[in-house]
């Protein structure tokens, strides 16, 4: 059974600072590898998606890796801004499914 | 375009009534998923639906039920609602499994008293 674990479970940074959020998974059998932004009280938005074939994808200021072999997958947010904060949620798929990580809470402080 | 739409989005229901949670996609997906996200967790799949007529359980499958009478629709029902029924729950959809993600709905929030 695939098992996703995110760490840290909450991250504050200050505004301006690159992260890492981290995303790993047990199952290296996996067709895909999904990061979702989640603001509060609402629902997922896509942010990023990587093929089991690539190892990474860029978009704007987010970097997402993935390490099919390590079973790990890293999200880069550079130059954060106040508006990232939110819950970010790594969901990994197999075969009609996909397993989400119970997410990483992000406030940057302005 | 639509995308995903979930109805209603917030709803109070009483030990051992029932209801349908509403999900309609404009996307012409043929994957259809049901999950739920209960506080501090991740998203568990409770069915999915692979096509028009073919459902399938997911993790946590047990006091709902699903159909697929057709592509643009995926309703979930709750029978002889109970408190730990009391959850968030979304609706997504994709084309298909690797090449494709997942587009999720807006969420419906569920209380069950």
């Known amino acids: 059974k695939q098992e996703v674990t995110q760490i840290p479970a909450a991250l504050s940074v200050p505004e301006g600072e690159n992260l890492v959020l981290n995303c790993s998974f047990t199952?290296?059998?996996?067709?895909?590898l999904q990061w979702f932004r989640q603001d509060p009280g609402k629902g997922l938005t896509s942010l990023l998606l990587?093929?089991?074939?690539?190892r990474e994808q860029t978009s704007g200021r987010l970097n997402a890796s993935l390490d099919k072999s390590s079973g790990r997958s890293t999200l880069y947010i550079a130059a954060s801004q106040p508006g990232d904060s939110a819950t970010y949620l790594c969901?990994?798929?197999?075969?009609?499914?996909?397993?989400f990580g119970a997410g990483t809470r992000l406030t940057v402080k302005p | 375009n639509a995308g995903v739409t979930q109805t209603p989005k917030f709803r109070i229901l009483k030990i051992g009534q029932s209801m349908t949670l509403q999900c309609a996609q404009d996307?012409?997906?043929?994957?259809m998923y049901w999950y739920r996200q209960d506080p501090g967790m991740g998203l568990k799949l409770i069915y999915y639906?692979?096509?028009?007529?073919?459902?399938d359980k997911g993790e946590v499958p047990n006091g709902y039920n699903v159909s697929r009478s057709t592509t643009e629709y995926f309703p979930l029902r709750l029978e002889l609602a109970a408190p730990s029924q009391t959850s968030v729950y979304f609706c997504?959809?994709?084309?298909?499994?690797?090449?494709?993600?997942?587009?999720f709905g807006s969420g419906t929030r569920l209380t069950v008293v």
């Open positions: 990587i093929q089991s074939s690539q």
């Open positions: 199952d290296s059998a996996i067709y895909n």
């Open positions: 639906s692979v096509g028009a007529g073919i459902t």
């Open positions: 997504a959809s994709s084309y298909g499994t690797g090449n494709y993600g997942y587009t």
């Open positions: 969901a990994v798929g197999n075969n009609n499914d996909m397993r």
């Open positions: 996307m012409n997906h043929n994957y």
